[in-house]
């Protein structure tokens, strides 16, 4: 049986889990149709089949992680990538513009933990999700969450 096989044998065995679990996750998060939820979240499923351990956690617990991830990256849309060149993009923004990002900079760096640094760099130099696990020793989901917690506590500061 191929890994792709067996990662729908595996969702499919699990459905009632998936049906159930999705169900729950999109009441906390209204306005998220949960048919929509389901579908994103066996495909993901299907996706990271290769990932899941049994040693370390339920079937339902997975499950219940992977939609939380759906539903939350879903609600936010994706980090955008930083593919821009810095060197040309610096040169046409006014010294003005530059000192205030300075100054903000300042103020991330005060207010942020090394984790959110971190995850914050990685956003903006475009890591890969490998590259994430291996540098930062966490999840995608993870780093995206460091990188969420930071932007709402900074608009809370104002």
Same mark, same amino acid.
């Given at each position: 049986?191929?890994a792709?096989?067996?990662?729908?044998?595996?969702?499919?065995?699990?459905?009632?889990?998936?049906?159930?679990?999705?169900? /729950?996750?999109?009441?906390?998060?209204?306005?998220?149709? !949960?048919?929509?939820?389901?579908?994103?979240?066996?495909?993901r499923?299907?996706?990271?089949?290769?990932?899941?351990? !049994?040693?370390?956690?339920? !079937?339902?617990?997975?499950?219940y992680?992977?939609?939380?991830?759906?539903? &939350?990256?879903?609600? /936010?849309?994706?980090?955008?990538?930083?593919?821009?060149? @810095?060197?040309?993009?610096?040169?046409?923004? !006014?010294?003005?513009?530059?000192?205030?990002?300075?100054? &903000?900079?300042?103020?991330?760096?005060?207010?942020? %933990?090394?984790?959110?640094?971190?995850? @914050?760099?990685?956003?903006?130099?475009?890591?890969?999700?490998?590259?994430?696990?291996?540098?930062?020793?966490?999840?995608?989901?993870?780093? %995206?969450?460091?990188?969420? /917690?930071?932007?709402?506590?900074?608009?809370?500061?104002?």
């Amino acid at each position: 049986m191929t890994a792709l096989a067996s990662a729908w044998a595996w969702v499919l065995h699990h459905r009632a889990d998936v049906e159930r679990i999705t169900a /729950r996750v999109a009441r906390g998060f209204r306005g998220l149709d !949960p048919d929509d939820l389901r579908s994103a979240v066996v495909l993901r499923l299907v996706e990271k089949h290769d990932r899941f351990d !049994p040693a370390r956690g339920s !079937p339902a617990s997975w499950i219940y992680w992977t939609a939380r991830e759906v539903a &939350t990256s879903t609600r /936010r849309g994706a980090i955008p990538s930083a593919d821009l060149d @810095v060197e040309t993009m610096c040169e046409s923004i !006014p010294i003005d513009a530059r000192i205030d990002a300075r100054r &903000t900079l300042a103020r991330v760096q005060r207010e942020a %933990n090394a984790g959110q640094i971190a995850a @914050v760099e990685s956003v903006a130099e475009g890591w890969s999700g490998d590259e994430v696990r291996d540098r930062l020793g966490c999840s995608l989901a993870t780093r %995206n969450a460091r990188v969420y /917690r930071l932007r709402d506590r900074l608009r809370r500061l104002g």
